[in-house]
C-alpha cells in the first residue's frame, strides 16, 4: 500500500469537515443536501481505507451500503426540497418552520 | 384488680345502669323517631332501669369500704398502660344515684314540657345520650376515659342547649357553650397527658395514690393538677369561662334543670371530688382553686341581685353555688362539697323545674311579669319554689343548710379568715337574691287590681286549662324533690359515715368547730331574706334594690362584670384581627405568593425556551454536530486514560 492510512484519514476528515461547513453554513436547500453527500463519501473513504488498512472486506461492503443510503437520501431529499420550493417559493430553510 | 367475671352480679348491673340509655338513644335515632309516645317510653323505661340499678348498686355497697375496679386493659404501649372499666366507691355510687334520679325526674316533667314540640323524639334522644355520657363519666375507671366521656357531655348539651335550633339565640348559645367549655377542656387534655408521661397509667386510683407524689417532681404535679382544674373551670363554669351558663337558658327548661343540677355543670365538681386526693398533693394548686372558687361566687352572686329573667338568675345561682363547692373542695373539706353537691342537685332541679311551670304558663321569663301575671295562684309550685328557695338560702330545715354549714366549717379550718368571710358574704348575698325573686313572684304591686286581669293581653284562662292536662307529670317530679329536699340535710350522719369510711383519712372534724358560725350562718341568711323582704315584699315597698340604687354597680352587674365585653374584645380584636389577620397576610403573601411565583417561573421558562425553538434546521444540525465531536472527544480521552 503506497498511501499511508493516516493520509486517507487526514483526506476523510478534511472531506467531513467541508461537508459539515457547506451543510451549515449555505443558505440554500440543495447547497445542504450536498454537504450531506460529502460527509457520506468522506465516511467511505474512511472506510474503504481502513479495509485496506486491516485487509477485511466488511469495510468495502460497508461502502457498497452507504452509496445506496446516499442514493435513496439524494432521491428523497430532492423530491422534499421540490416539495418545499412549491410551498414557499424559495430554497431559503429559515423558511421551512412550520413546525416551530 | 378483679378480672372481669360474666356472672358477676354487681358487674351485670352496672353495666345495665349504663348502657341502657345507650341503646334508647340508639333505637330512638334509628328507628323510633316518628312515633312520639314510643321514643318517649323508651327513653323513660331506660333511665328508670338505669336508677334502679343504681339504687341496688347503693345498697348492696352500702357498707362496703373498699373501691371496687372492674377493669380490663384498653392500651398498653411500652411505658404506658390505660384501663377501662368501671369504679365503684361511694362516691360514684352516690353521684351515679343523683344523676340517674334527676334524670328520671326531668324526663318524666318533659313529658308535659315537650308535649307538642316537633321536635319531642329527638329530645328523648338526646336525654338518653345524656344519661348515658353522664352516668358513663360517674363510673370510669381512669382519667382518659372520663375524659371521652366528659366530652360527649359535652356535646350532647350542646345538641340540648340548641335544641330549638330554628331560634338563632339558641344556636348561638348552644356553640358559646361547647367552644367555651372546649377552651377548658384543652388544658384538662393537656394535664392528662402531662399525668399520661409521668405516671404512666391514668387510672384514678393509680392517681390518687401517693405514688404519684413520687413519680412527678411537686412543680409538674402542681402544673397538672391546675391544667386538669382548667377542665373543671370551664365545664362548671367558674370565674375565667363562666358567662357560657347563663346563656344555656336558650334551651328548654327541663334541660336548664338538667345541665344545673346533676350533670354538665356537676361533672366539674365531680371530677375535683373524684381527683381530690391528687389534687391535694399540691398545697399551691389548692389555693389557687380556693381562690377561684371564691372569686366565681361574688361574681356570680352579684349577676343574680339584679338579673330580671328568672331561669338567669337560678343559673348565676349555680355558678355562685358550685363556686362554694370548690371552695368548700379546696379548704379540704371533702365530705362538705360533695355533701353540697347532692343537695344542690335536688334544690336547683327543683327551682327549675318550678320556674318551668312558671313559664309553661305565662311565656315570660321576666320575674316582674310573672309576679304580675299571678305566679302565686300555682299553690304546689310556689311551695316548691319556697322550699326550694329556702334550701339555696341556706334556712334550717333544708338540705342547703346542712351542707352549707359543713363547707363553712371547712373554710373556718382553712389557712386565712378571709375565705371565711368571703364564704359568709356569699350566704348573705345567696339569701338575698333567692328571696327577691321569690318575693317579687309572690308579692306584686298591685294595690288596686289584684286578680290581675289586664295584664296586658296574657289571658290565663286557655293556658291555664293546658296547663292542667299536663299538670301531673309536672308536678310529681316536683313533689318528690321537694321531699328529697327536706330529708336529705337529716341524711348527712349517714352520708358521711358512706362517704368517708371508718379511716378518717380525709374527714375535716367537725366537732369541736366553733359554736357560732352556724348561729352567725343563719343570722346571715335571715339578713338576707330580711333584705330582700324590705326592698321587694312588703307592702309598698320600692321593689328596688339596694344594688340597683347605685348606677355604675347595677350597670356592672347586669353586664356580668363586662365578662362577655372583654372576651368580643378579645375575640374580635386580638384574635380575629391579631392572629386571623396576620394568618390571612400568610395565606396571601407567603403561600399564594409562592406557588404563583413558580407558575410565573414556569411561565417564563417556557417562553424562554420557546425562544430558543426557531424553526431554522441548521441550528439543530450546528447542535447535533458539537454534541457529537464534544462526545467523542469525551470518550476518546476517557478511553485513551487522558485528563
Known sequence: ????????????????????????????????????????????????????????LEGQAFVLFIMAIAATEVSVGLALIVYAYRRSGSFDPSSCNLLR | MIPFRAEDAIHM??????????????????????????????????????????????????????????????????????????????????????????????????????????????????????????????????????????ELVGLSSYLLIGFWYEKFSATQAGKKAFVMTRAGDVSFLLGLILVLVHVGNPAILEMNSLDSAGLMPSGILTFAALLIFGGIVGKSAQFPLMTWLP?????????????????????????????????????????????????????????????RDIKQVWAYSTISQLGFMIMGLAAGGYFAGVFHLTTHAGFKALLFLCSGVFIHTWHTNDIFELGKGGARRLKIPVIALVVAAGALAGLPPFSGFFSKEAILAALALSSHPVWLAAGLLGVFLTAYYAFRVLCILLFPPSAGEEPSGPV?????????????????????????????????????????????GEGKALLVDHGEQAGWLPFTALFLSLAGVGLAWVEFGRCGAARLGFVERIPFLRELFSQRWYLDHFYHFFVDRIVDRGFSKLFAQNDNRVIDGSIEAVSRGTLEAGRFLAFLQSGMIQYRLLVSFAVMVLLSLYFFYRDSGGF
Not at chain 2, 398498653?76 to 398502660?81: D, P, S, V
Not at chain 2, 334541660?255 to 399540691?282: D, E, I, K, N, Q
Not at chain 2, 310529681?476 to 362517704?499: E, R
Request: proline share 5%.
Open chain 2, 247 to 307: 346563656d344555656a337558658m336558650e334551651g328548654p327548661t327541663p334541660v336548664s334543670a338538667l345541665l344545673h343540677s346533676a350533670t354538665m355543670v356537676a361533672a366539674g365538681v365531680y371530677l375535683f371530688a373524684r381527683l381530690f386526693p391528687f389534687f391535694a398533693l399540691s398545697p399551691t394548686a389548692m389555693g389557687i382553686f380556693l381562690f377561684i372558687g371564691t372569686v366565681s361566687m361574688i361574681l356570680a352572686s352579684t349577676m343574680a341581685m339584679v338579673a
Open chain 1, 1 to 56: 500500500m503506497i498511501v499511508p492510512f493516516g493520509h486517507v484519514l487526514m483526506l476523510a476528515g478534511m472531506l467531513f469537515l467541508l461537508g459539515v461547513f457547506c451543510t451549515l453554513t449555505r443558505r440554500n436547500l440543495v447547497m445542504i443536501i450536498l454537504g450531506v453527500e460529502v460527509m457520506l463519501n468522506a465516511a467511505a473513504i474512511a472506510f474503504v481505507g481502513a479495509a485496506l488498512h486491516w485487509q477485511s
Open chain 2, 13 to 150: 348491673t352496672v353495666i345495665l345502669a349504663t348502657l341502657t340509655p345507650l341503646f334508647a338513644f340508639l333505637l330512638i335515632m334509628l328507628g323510633t323517631r316518628a312515633r312520639k309516645n314510643l321514643s318517649a317510653g323508651l327513653s323513660l323505661g331506660a333511665i328508670a332501669i338505669s336508677f334502679g340499678c343504681s339504687l341496688l348498686l347503693l345498697a348492696r355497697l352500702w357498707n362496703v369500704r373498699e373501691p371496687l375496679e372492674y377493669s380490663t386493659r384498653w392500651v398498653a404501649l411500652n411505658r404506658m398502660e390505660i384501663p377501662f372499666g368501671f369504679l365503684l366507691d361511694p362516691v360514684s355510687l352516690l353521684m351515679l344515684s343523683i344523676v340517674t334520679l334527676i334524670c328520671l325526674l326531668v324526663q318524666v316533667y318533659s313529658l308535659g314540657y315537650m308535649a307538642g314540640d316537633p321536635g319531642f323524639s329527638r329530645y328523648y334522644a338526646f336525654m338518653s345520650l345524656f344519661a348515658w355520657a353522664m352516668t358513663s363519666l360517674v363510673l370510669s375507671s381512669s382519667l382518659l376515659q372520663l375524659f371521652i366521656f366528659w
Open chain 2, 456 to 500: 296586658g293581653g296574657l289571658a290565663p284562662a286557655p293556658k291555664a286549662s293546658r296547663q292542667e292536662g299536663s299538670s301531673r307529670t309536672f308536678i310529681w317530679p316536683l313533689i318528690i324533690l321537694v321531699f328529697l329536699t327536706l330529708l336529705l340535710g337529716f341524711f348527712q350522719g349517714p352520708l358521711q359515715h358512706f362517704l368517708l
